[in-house]
Each structure stands twice: as structure tokens, then as C-alpha cells.
Nanobody, 124 residues
Framework: VQLQASGGGGLVQTGGSLRLSCAPS????????MGWFRQAPGKAREFVAAISGSGTLIEYVDFVKGRFTISRDNAQNTVYLQMNSLKPEDTAVYYC?????????????????WGQGTLVTVSS
């Protein structure tokens, strides 16, 4: 499975919105758990959100609840991260990841596949 995250790369103002996409290739991903992580400059990579293959299980880290929404379109083989009310502290490289299981989804080490990140920059 190859993953490609997109949707970042520009500058968004505080309070603005951005939608990231992740499009796996190589095989049908509808049974895979998909996760979003982010890594700010000088900081460790951290969990943001995850969604199960069917979309019925979703988990968010506390600091994005109510602002970010993870979703997926299995027909389009794409997972999304809608980010609203962006803050400067959301500035980071965002990565998508995939794994066949739904298990401790907040932990990086459970994901078998990772994509290249996309940079999100929020201006103050």
C-alpha cells in the first residue's frame, strides 16, 4: 500500500479551514484503519485521528475534538481530514497511515503503512 497525503502546502490564517486528503494506491483499502498523525518542528509525531475501514469507529485526540473531522469515501479510496478553526499550534507536517486492524490506533507503531506528509502552516 502506498499512501499520498495532499491538501497542505499553503498558508492558512488562524480560524481558517483546510481539508487534507489521503489516497492509498496498490490495493483496495476499504478494510483498513486509516490514521492521521502530525509532527510539528522540533516535536515528536503525534496522533490526530483515526477511522475504521467501515467508518463506524472514529477516534480523535482531545485537542482537535470539535474542530477536526475525519471521514472516508471507500468508493473513491480516499480518507479526509477536515480541519476547521485552525490555530498556529496546528502547524505541522501531517501524515496519513494505514493498517488492516483497529487496535490502539493512537500509537504510531501499530500502522504498517505510512505516506509522505503534507505541510500545514497556520499564520497567527
Amino acid at each position: 500500500v502506498q499512501l499520498q497525503a495532499s491538501g497542505g502546502g499553503g498558508l492558512v490564517q488562524t480560524g481558517g479551514s483546510l481539508r487534507l486528503s489521503c489516497a492509498p494506491s496498490g490495493r483496495t483499502f476499504s478494510t483498513y484503519t486509516m490514521g492521521w498523525f502530525r509532527q510539528a518542528p522540533g516535536k515528536a509525531r503525534e496522533f490526530v485521528a483515526a477511522i475504521s475501514g467501515s467508518g463506524t469507529l472514529i477516534e480523535y485526540v482531545d485537542f482537535v475534538k470539535g474542530r477536526f473531522t475525519i471521514s472516508r469515501d471507500n468508493a473513491q479510496n480516499t480518507v479526509y481530514l477536515q480541519m476547521n478553526s485552525l490555530k498556529p499550534e496546528d502547524t505541522a507536517v501531517y501524515y496519513c497511515a494505514a493498517d488492516p486492524r483497529w487496535k490502539t490506533v493512537a500509537r504510531m507503531e501499530v500502522y504498517a503503512y505510512w505516506g509522505q506528509g503534507t505541510l500545514v502552516t497556520v499564520s497567527s
